[in-house]
């Protein structure tokens, strides 16, 4: 038995291993790598083994550093199964058009532009021929991806549909249990439920994101998400909050409905200015199932994701219009780190009016326009024109789907509490200082603890 990584190792994008058991071979999740575009681009294009290789592939959940690759595996000949959980499928079918649709538009800009030729990884028929590989499974249940390996999914507590997986690795008269966290939530997250917790683990390999930061708690942040509204309401401004269509904007989408519930908020309209936050909403509405039945919102109400002062617009017209209308609101759209999409128009539009605030409530990459607001930069360049930023800028780091450093180390606990036998932990999706910090705090727990580099295999 045998594991090899081959991306989010060492780094945070591109998650994906490859498990080798009694002769055969499983893929654990192929992400697209991100950020700067000539290295990313060049990571994305090897691909991690010969596709004739692969028996199967098993994938944690949608977020596109763990789906985005699939489609290009697709493309050059994956023909074999899928899978992952069934809310996992369906948000695919979604996030994985609008990356092969992101990628075509990026190469048609980039050769307008006269710059060197990018080639799109993949296009649209390759990603829905890759949701028709896919099998969705739901959580605690088992079954075979091929003879002598057995999977089972449980919550991770992440977002909707995602899951860490169990992999029992069978050879001969030894089986060992395999554990991949994947990416671990956090405990107290609007509509989804905590992470749940492998047992049995004789290897974990897991993420450590944040092994080096705190995060602001969940409740704090929604306290602040209404101060905020509170304030912008009353000099008469708008909230403009650029968020990733899948997670975050239903968490804000949730919280405002509790606040109004509550009456902490004015009743200002808050308009969902995104197409693909609309469809990813769509698809949480099929899955009430898996929310968190705990939570008072999901028990009391039956439209989580719509009351009176929402409104989703699709059409462009509509998105538009909102530039002309007056008063207060609140506008959510994507992109989550202001790079493209619509929020680059609400903010062309709205960044220098100081009644305004603009909301940051997810991670900020470096060279983005949403880091710039971060950084509260006087002048921000936005469609080739420089716009003054004059509007308050605020920033709630509660709204993070990732477990902190506190989070991550309890977690393990918990695992070693049910798990005699587990001594070896890799550690990949993390940058070093994050992934460094966090082994040092696992060793001192009694676990032998190593931070793989692309392209290492392990026997276990
Ligand atoms: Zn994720
Ligand atoms: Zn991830």
């Known amino acids: ?73 697709v493309r050059h000949g994956y023909a074999g199964s899928i899978w992952c959980t069934p809310a996992t499928r369906d948000l695919c079918a979604v996030m994985l058009a609008d990356s092969a649709h992101i990628q075509e538009k990026d190469a048609e800009f980039l050769a307008r532009r006269g710059k060197e030729r990018v080639e799109p990884l993949y296009s649209l028929r390759h ?85 080096n930061r705190t995060h602001e708690s969940v409740e704090g942040a929604r306290g602040r998400l209404a101060s905020v509204i509170r304030d912008t309401a009353a000099r008469g401004g708008r909230v403009l909050i650029p968020a990733f269509a899948v997670g975050r904007t239903q968490e804000l989408i949730y919280d405002l409905h509790a606040l109004a519930r509550a009456g902490a908020i004015p009743s200002i309209p808050i308009y969902i200015d995104s197409p693909l ?45 909102l530039a002309k209308m007056h008063g207060p609101m609140v506008i959510i759209a994507a992109s989550g780190m202001a790079e493209s999409g619509r929020i680059l128009h609400h903010l062309a539009q709205g960044a220098a009016d100081p009644k305004n605030t603009v909301l940051i409530v997810g991670f900020q990459a470096e060279h983005t326009l949403g880091r710039r607001i971060v950084e509260r930069r006087e002048m921000l360049r936005i469609f080739g024109e420089e716009v003054p930023l004059r509007a308050q800028v605020v920033i709630i780091n509660g709204y993070s789907a990732h477990a902190d450093r506190a989070e991550l180390g309890s977690w393990v606990d918990r695992v070693r509490e049910h798990s005699p036998g587990l001594k070896q932990v890799w550690l990949v999706h993390g940058e070093p200082p994050a992934q460094e910090e966090l082994a040092t705090t696992l060793s001192a727990k009694g676990l032998t603890v190593g931070c793989p580099a692309p392209r290492e295999r392990h026997a276990f």
């Open 1 to 73: 038995m045998e594991i090899e990584f081959v991306g989010a190792a060492r780094e945070v994008t591109g998650s994906c291993h490859i498990l080798r058991v009694a002769g055969k071979t499983i893929i654990l999740d192929c992400g697209l790598f991100q950020g700067k575009r000539s290295d990313a681009q060049e990571k994305n294009l090897r691909l991690p083994l010969d596709i004739e290789q692969i028996d199967a592939i098993v994938l944690s959940h949608a977020h596109i550093d763990h789906a985005g690759r699939l489609p290009y595996l």
């Open 127 to 211: 990603t829905t021929r890759t949701i028709e590989l896919m099998t969705g499974v739901p959580y605690k249940r088992s079954f075979d991806v091929v003879p002598g390996v057995r999977v089972t999914f449980i919550d991770a507590g992440h977002i909707l549909g995602s899951a860490s997986v169990l992999v029992d690795c069978t050879e001969g008269n030894d089986t060992r249990r395999f554990v991949f966290s994947a990416d671990i939530g956090r405990s107290g997250l609007a509509i989804i439920r905590d992470p749940e917790t492998p047992e049995g683990a004789d290897v974990l390999v897991m993420e450590s994101t944040y092994g």
């Open 277 to 321: 936050a609309i469809d990813t909403t769509s698809v949480f509405e099929m899955h009430p199932d898996i929310f968190d039945h705990g939570e008072d919102l999901v028990q009391k109400v039956r439209d989580l994701f719509r009351f009176n002062l929402v409104h989703y617009t699709r059409d462009v017209e509509e998105s538009k219009a």
